[in-house]
């Protein structure tokens, strides 16, 4: 099963912390280790820019990962990946995640599951680079996005177009995946996925899958917020909630909107 990350912030966030703990599960604490992935919205006018790094080598031994662990990453949205290959050979094109242009804005998506007889009908603009299932499925998503709205519509009536577009696709399979455009970040849940909201008073964490501590007191303003979305829990002394099967929640500003 592949790793999702995703982090969505109120201000701009340092991701180092979690994304050096997340890194260890490709090839340390975990076996994932065919190839990973992290894209981060920057810039003026509303985070349009986007900084975007994949390789397909494991993140735990990948030179641009430690790259990325050493590069003072602030975003206020982030989505990360590492890969545990189902379908599609261990190759750059097939690592997560993926970035597609719509309504003059990037789009970032990242799935972990797997999913079974999915052959959907890509008749637009959005077409696979690589082979891969997930892909397949985020060109699909955009495709129908684009259909559905002649222009770029509220982060709520997104949400509602994609509540009725992914049961069409989580019915082949196993469909967790982490969706932004540097606006929100969407996260649904076939199986397994946690998330957290840190907000003032802010405490100390705990890695747990690194020997790494942090008070965020000492690093955030008394205004910060950030959603955490991950995979499996990345700390072992905060309370982190789990997503109910089949649950798509969107967040803005650092909580769920």
Not at 7 to 12: A, D, G, H, Q, V
Not at 27 to 37: E, Y
Not at 79 to 104: D, M, S, Y
Not at 129 to 155: I, N, R, Y
């Amino acid at each position: 099963m592949c790793q999702l990350l995703g982090l969505n912030c109120n201000n701009p966030t340092d991701a180092t912390f979690s994304f050096s703990g997340f890194a260890q599960r490709a090839g340390v604490t975990d076996h994932h280790g065919d190839g990973w992935g992290i894209a981060f919205f920057e810039g003026s006018e509303q985070d349009r820019g986007l900084r975007h790094f994949i390789d397909h080598l494991p993140a735990s031994k990948s030179p641009v990962a430690e790259l990325i662990r050493q590069y003072p990453i602030k975003s206020r949205n982030v989505i990360a990946h590492i890969r545990k290959a189902t379908q599609g050979v261990v190759a750059l094109e097939n690592c997560h995640p993926f970035v597609r242009e719509l309504w003059g804005r990037y789009w970032v998506f990242a799935h972990n599951g797997n999913l079974e007889n999915y052959q959907p009908n890509l008749h637009g603009n959005f077409k696979p680079v690589g082979h891969t299932d997930s892909e397949e499925a985020f060109c699909w998503l955009m495709q129908e996005l684009a259909k559905s709205h002649a222009s770029v519509p509220s982060v709520a009536e997104l949400t509602l177009t994609l509540r009725e577009l992914v049961p069409q696709v989580a019915k082949h399979g196993t469909f967790n995946f982490l969706l932004s455009n540097g606006q929100a970040l969407w996260a649904h849940a076939s199986t397994h996925l946690w998330y957290i909201e840190r907000q003032y008073p802010f405490a100390t964490a705990t890695l747990s899958d690194q020997d790494m501590r942090i008070n965020f007191a000492e690093h955030a303003k008394p205004d910060d917020r950030v959603a955490v979305v991950v995979t499996a829990p990345l700390t072992t002394d905060e309370v982190w909630t789990e997503f109910k099967p089949g649950e798509l929640k969107v967040f803005v500003e650092g909580r769920e909107a």
